[in-house]
């Protein structure tokens, strides 16, 4: 399976699952009116939850990357430099990835 290949699968998935996310946070907010809101929010403060903020800070750092990357090969842009920007995709999600992490744990 080719590189190009793998990051079209992850933006999918990634565009799929942030939609979900969006759903049930929309539901989340909703909870406002019924006075379950405190509950939920001690739930997502809690230390058992941040695995999966961080997880999802991956998912939208790695999607808003790579979609800034589908734009320039969209528009032509950098078209000398595409294949080295696919390689470089991973690496700059990881790197603001771990900067994130960093300063959510601090």
């Known amino acids: 399976m080719s590189l190009n290949t ?4 992850l ?7 942030l939609a979900i996310y969006l759903c049930m ?3 989340f907010i909703g909870t406002v009116k ?5 509950n939920l929010i001690k739930i997502t403060l809690s230390k058992e ?3 999966f903020d961080l997880l999802l800070f991956l998912m939208g750092i790695y999607h ?4 800034v990357r589908l734009i320039i090969h969209e528009f ?6 595409r294949k080295a920007l ?3 995709t991973p690496v700059i999600t990881l790197i603001i990835w771990i900067f994130v992490c960093l300063e959510v744990i601090k």
């Open 86 to 88: 696919l390689y470089a």
């Open 25 to 27: 946070h929309l539901l």
């Open 6 to 9: 793998v990051a079209f699968y």
């Open 11 to 17: 933006h999918r998935i990634t565009g799929i699952l």
């Open 76 to 81: 032509g842009l950098l078209y000398r430099y």
């Open 64 to 67: 808003g990357v790579n979609g």
């Open 34 to 38: 019924t006075g379950e809101y405190a």
């Open 49 to 51: 939850f941040l695995p």
